[in-house]
Structure formats: C-alpha cells, structure tokens
C-alpha cells in the first residue's frame, strides 16, 4: 500500500507552460519516489478544474484503508480568488466546488488533505466561506479537515518544490486528525529550510470554526 494518495492539479499560464516552470512534473515525480500514488492533471480553465474536482471525488476506498489523500491545487490566486486561464474562480465559488468535491469523497476513509499552492492565497477566503456554508447548512456538511497554504504573497515555484517535497516527504507519518503538535512541527521544519512557510487552517468540528497556525519566522 503506498505511503499516501496525491492529485496534483495545476494550471500554468502558457508561457510558464512552454518553461515547465510549475510544480507539477517535479512533485508527481518526486510523491512516485517517495511511496505515493500519484497521480496530475493540466488544467486550463474552469470548466476542467470543475470536471478534473468532480472526477477525483469518484475515488473508492476499503474502509479500512485509512491512508491520507492530498488535493495538491496549485494556480494563482489573489485577495478575489484563483485564477485559470483568463478566468476568475471567486472565493465564494471556489466553496461551493469544494463543498460538492467533499461531499462526493464520502467513500474515501481516510483524511482528505486540501493544499492551495498559489500566491495571494495567504489573503484566502475558502475557509470562511466554508464555515458560513456548515452554520447555514441543512443538513450536515464536513469541511475538509486541513488547508496548507504559503504565508507570504508570493513563493518562487523552485522554493515550492522544495518546500512540498519536505510536506510530502514526512506527512504520511502523521495522523491529521489527532496529532496536531506533530502537523505544527512539520511545518516548523519546513521554515527552518528557508523555503517558505506555510500556514493551516485546522478544521474544529466542536466549534465550528477554522483554527489557523503559522509557522513562525526561524531566529
């Protein structure tokens, strides 16, 4: 059994296409020699990125299979949202496609990791747009567990794959769901590697709120 699940989805402009400059070739390569299935797609507007959400939330699992899936989203984003293409994903439909993802992942038993790779993501609003969406849902709706995003505005795409490689290098010898001080330790690492720093938002079911941790800055 692999040591984890990845699905890597990317989308590049086309000039950073033509360079290969993205995280895509390196980090599938990367997960396959650390143990991982894995597993990318190139998307190139809104509609795939829909399409690429929902085929991914097909995935079947044996319920005592409880080995962690990562959703490796990297793109651009800003203060409004991702960008694909020429096109716009807001935050607030950014929610709801999460939301529906997740709910299709109902089959899956273990921890679904969401990761957004993106500049301008440390000024997300998918977490607050998913808490308002459990407090006005009818019915129960779990969000996803964790979001990892950088701290800073922006991150050199080499500092990234450095920066994923350690993630995925030690994630699968955690528990996400009960060992926090360990997720904070790896993040800490991490820094320490002067890479970038990534910051989670920690889903508390009891109060239904994100709670948030950043790595802080190595002295």
């Known amino acids: 059994m692999a040591s984890g699940r990845v699905f890597v989805l990317e989308s590049p402009n086309p000039l950073e296409l033509l360079e290969g400059t993205g995280e895509r070739s390196s980090l599938q390569q990367v997960c396959a ?14 509609a795939e990125f829909i399409q690429t959400c929902q085929y991914v939330s097909a995935i079947k699992g044996d319920k005592d299979d409880k080995s962690p899936m990562f959703l490796h989203i990297s793109l651009h984003g800003n203060a409004s949202g991702i960008g694909l293409g020429r096109e716009l994903i807001t ?43 459990v407090k006005a849902a009818s019915e129960p709706f779990v969000p996803p567990e964790y979001l990892f995003v950088f701290s800073d505005d922006e991150v050199d ?63």
Request: net charge positive.
């Open 157 to 219: 795409w080499r500092d990234a794959v450095v920066t994923w490689t350690i993630f995925y290098r030690y994630a699968p010898k955690i528990n996400f769901l009960t060992e926090k001080a360990k997720v904070q330790t790896l993040l800490n690492r991490i820094c320490r590697a002067g890479c970038g720093k990534l910051t989670y938002f920690r889903w508390d079911g009891a109060a239904d709120i994100y709670r948030r941790y950043q790595a802080p800055s190595p002295t």
């Open 91 to 133: 935050w607030s439909e950014l929610s709801i496609i999460i939301q529906r993802m997740y709910e299709g992942l109902c089959y899956y038993h273990g921890p679904v990791i969401l990761i957004l790779s993106a500049c301008g993501a440390n000024k997300q609003q998918l977490t607050a747009k998913l808490t308002n969406a």
């Open 33 to 46: 020699l650390l143990g991982h299935d894995v597993s990318s797609f190139l998307l190139r507007d809104k």
